[in-house]
């Protein structure tokens, strides 16, 4: 999917980032949740401190959110030391030791940890190729860089959940699409992106079904994207309202919600310098 420039512009705007959209955990909380209704379902923290077998040393975990991967590293490697960063302070709590800072200028030395983390994070940031740069400046020949985002084919019936439901609402058939963060930074585009400064790029790829049979987690997850969804031109707790509604009906119907996911994890490994 081509995005838009205004689009853009609200993906990466940063006074929403820090506020509305991440002031606090509570909205990516939501969105991690739906997860636990996926099949099959995938451990990312797990599965990230797998990759990180090899890794020594330092590992900083940028754009860390509300820390969940930075708890299980630190559980699971606690010989590793781990740097949460983040632009957002609101979001970072009392995650010990974090730093507030921006990918694009990151306050690390040249080759100071042996790994870094961008997970679904990339698709905010407004110069990629600069962040891309930032991630590989801090890696020393050979350290990793791990990096995770969705398909374009991500959760496809969220949206025409949303459409549907705003078009109810708005009177026609069919509301203005909703704000895809990921379309910023696809799986599908993720492998060039990062292959302008990274050698070696190897995609997990994770696919899954969510089925649920309670409307709530579904109504909550599009609650998430409040920051953005109410910027476009759709009224948001009345759409919220009519997708609940919809959900029920088709839970009724069905004896399910379903929604097909694709995310994936990239792992990059830095080139000699
Ligand atoms: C979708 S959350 C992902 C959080 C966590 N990595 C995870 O996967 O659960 C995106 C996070 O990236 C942060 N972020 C956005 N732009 C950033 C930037 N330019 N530099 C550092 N962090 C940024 C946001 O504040 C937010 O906490």
Redesign the pocket.
Known sequence: MTAQPAHDQLVTDRSL??TKA?GTGQH?AAR?SLYQWQTPSHDLPGIVVNELADVRGAVA??????G??VARVRDDRPDLNVLP????PG?LGVIPGAVV????QLPIADGAVGAVLA???LY??EDQAR?VKELSRVLPPGGIAIV?TNSQNDKRELEQLWRRAAGDVLGIQEGPARVQ?SARFTLEDAPAILGTVFSEIRTIPLPGVIEVTDAEPVVAHLASYEAWADKMGVPFRETIERARERVNETIQAEGAFRVACLGGILVCQAPDR
């Open positions: 980032l820090s991440y990516l991690q975990d940028v754009g860390c959110g509300n969940k991967f960063v983040d632009v957002s979001i800072a921006d990918i694009q997970l679904h994070m905010h940031v962040a995770s963060l």
